[in-house]
């Protein structure tokens, strides 16, 4: 079964995980079972040295499960294999209502672009990705050919998010 997704994009401190976070817990308090992709820098790890899923990765194992009765993670080392594409993440995730994408600029499933004025770049993506179909920006935006939301303004951006991922109430 393919993923409903919808990404949120932008350039380095854009406010991309602060959308995304406020986007998760609106749609989340509005009943939709929702996931996140968050693609990282290459060299991110969310293990901790002298952990014991550490310590097994450090030893050469290629996939470590800890489970608990609160959560389980499935950490994968590359070990030399090409990073997955976004398509088998998704294949690896469990059902839900929709996957919120943060970064991936390259991908073409349909973002929404976040602006903030202490962005380390503030050129506009939508120019060069029509998969762009909204921006949410904490300054005016004038010249845009898709809707411009206040950042903050999370209420019509989850409205947005649920219309044009095809979200409709049970």
Known sequence: MAHRVFGITGWKNSGKTTLTERLV???AG??????TIKHAHHDFDIDKPGA??????????????????????????????????LDEVL????????VLIEGYKRENHLKIEARRLEAKDRSPLTAKDPAIVAIASDHPVEGEQV?????????????FVEARSGLTKH
Request: charge should be negative.
């Open 25 to 27: 817990s609106e749609l």
């Open 147 to 159: 809707p411009v939301f206040g950042i903050d303004d999370i209420k019509s951006i989850a409205d």
């Open 52 to 85: 014991d899923s550490f310590r097994h990765r450090e030893a050469g194992s290629t996939e470590v499960a800890i489970v608990s009765g609160r959560r389980w993670a499935l950490m994968h080392e590359l070990r030399g294999e090409d990073e997955p594409t």
């Open 91 to 98: 294949a690896r995730l469990g059902p839900c209502d929709l």
């Open 30 to 35: 509005r009943g939709w079972k929702v996931s």
